[in-house]
């Protein structure tokens, strides 16, 4: 079946640390992988995605790559900001069925 | 942003009662989805639909119904409240050119309490 696991939160940093979320998947076939934010009261957003093995999606200096070996695609920032606080959701679109993992809320501290 | 309209936002109903949220596109996608959100379950599918009449259940359907007449409109229909379903309620619609597996958008939500 298809599945998406993703670190256990909360997560809380200091401002300008290095993020990382770790993120799994299990899928038959080809998946699309995506990282979703959301914040308080809103919907989810797209932050990055990679549609194939090797791909590197960015946005806004966050980065993941699509591991097929590892069935992984991390998140990662360098240097996080106070306005990163959020939840992000691992996710994998596979034949137009989405899954999701369970959230990793960031809290950043100036 | 992606055109998707949810109805109402808030809503608090008694427990028995029937229930319609509406999700509305203007982005001409042919899937569209019904999700739930709640603490330490992330989203969780309840129904989805891939063109007009064409709909599916997800793994957490019952007590729920939906109906797709147009492309542009997706409802779900809580038949008879309940407080386990009080929840937020998030529409997505995603398409599929070429049968590339791409991204879902998201509505606003739809906060919904059972009392």
């Known amino acids: 079946g298809n599945s998406v696991t993703q670190m256990e939160g909360p997560v809380t940093l200091s401002e300008e640390a290095f993020l990382t979320i770790n993120c799994t998947y299990t899928?038959?076939?080809?998946?699309?992988l995506f990282w979703y934010v959301q914040y308080p009261g809103e919907g989810l957003q797209l932050l990055l995605k990679?549609?194939?093995?090797?791909d590197k999606g960015s946005n806004k200096g966050f980065e993941a790559t699509y591991r097929k070996e590892t069935t992984s695609f991390h998140l990662e920032k360098g240097s996080v900001q106070v306005s990163d606080s959020a939840v992000y959701f691992c996710?994998?679109?596979?034949?137009?069925?989405?899954?999701f993992g369970s959230g990793t809320k960031l809290n950043v501290k100036p | 942003d992606a055109g998707i309209t949810q109805s109402p936002r808030h809503k608090v109903t008694e427990t028995g009662t029937p229930v319609t949220l509406r999700c509305h596109q203007t982005e001409n996608h042919r899937y569209m989805y019904w999700y739930r959100q709640d603490p330490g379950h992330g989203l969780r599918l309840i129904h989805y639909?891939?063109?007009?009449?064409?709909?599916d259940k997800g793994e957490v359907s019952d007590g729920y119904s939906v109906s797709r007449s147009k492309t542009e409109d997706f409802l779900l229909t809580l038949e008879s409240a309940t407080s386990s379903q009080t929840s937020v309620y998030f529409c997505?619609?995603?398409?599929?050119?070429?049968?590339?597996?791409?991204?879902?958008?998201f509505g606003q939500g739809t906060r919904l309490t059972v009392v």
């Open positions: 997505a619609i995603s398409e599929s050119p070429s049968g590339l597996n791409t991204e879902a958008f």
């Open positions: 996710a994998l679109n596979n034949f137009n069925k989405f899954y």
């Open positions: 899928a038959t076939g080809y998946p699309s």
């Open positions: 990679a549609t194939k093995a090797d």
């Open positions: 639909s891939y063109g007009v009449k064409d709909t």
